[in-house]
């Protein structure tokens, strides 16, 4: 390539070299692109493996996400540079307030009572379990199943809820 470059300062290139530099530049591209998605996949892997186990890799990669997420200054509308935590989260509130507008005196377009009605059904959800109640339950449970996520046994084939 940078032979192409060379002779190119030199003179014009023919159209055959042009052509070849032009393949030999995509070329070099696509390699390029492959070489960024190898260490990114690496990146994954890693961190999968590595992440939390307080690792160099892991303060490395968490150095590295803070410095990207930080914002260290902002500009003022004065033109003042602001570097000062409390100053900068002023200045962003008042620009979100100035985008999204304010309203001083909300109010409330529903009647609230009437969508949500209390009912005998609400008093029952509420009420603790008896011991008959476990008793019915666990007597349902299937013997020879192992634990679900909750830890009892049958609990992913009985529907939250069944007494």
């Known amino acids: 390539m940078e032979t192409l470059d060379a002779l ?3 003179r014009p290139l023919y159209l055959q070299e042009y052509n070849f530099r032009l393949i030999l530049k ?4 696509k390699l390029l692109r492959y070489k960024k998605e190898y260490w990114k996949k690496r990146y994954t892997i890693r961190w ?3 992440g939390d186990e307080s690792t160099s ?10 410095r990207i997420n ?10 003042k540079d602001v570097f000062d935590h409390h100053e900068k989260a002023a200045i962003l509130l008042e620009e979100y307030k100035g985008r999204m507008g304010c309203s001083t005196t909300p109010s409330m377009l529903y009647n ?4 949500v009605q209390r ?3 609400m008093e029952h959800l509420s009420s603790p379990f008896t011991i008959e109640d476990i008793d019915k339950i666990v007597k349902q449970m299937p013997a020879d199943k192992s634990p679900g996520l909750t830890g009892l046994m049958g609990s992913s084939s009985n529907p939250a809820g069944t007494l």
């Open 112 to 115: 609230l009572e009437q969508l």
């Open 48 to 50: 999968t493996k590595f």
């Open 70 to 79: 930080t914002i260290t200054s902002l500009v003022a509308e004065d033109g």
């Open 26 to 29: 995509e070329h070099i591209l």
């Open 8 to 10: 190119e300062e030199q």
């Open 119 to 121: 009912n005998d059904n």
């Open 57 to 66: 890799f892991f303060h490395a990669a968490a150095t590295e996400r803070y």
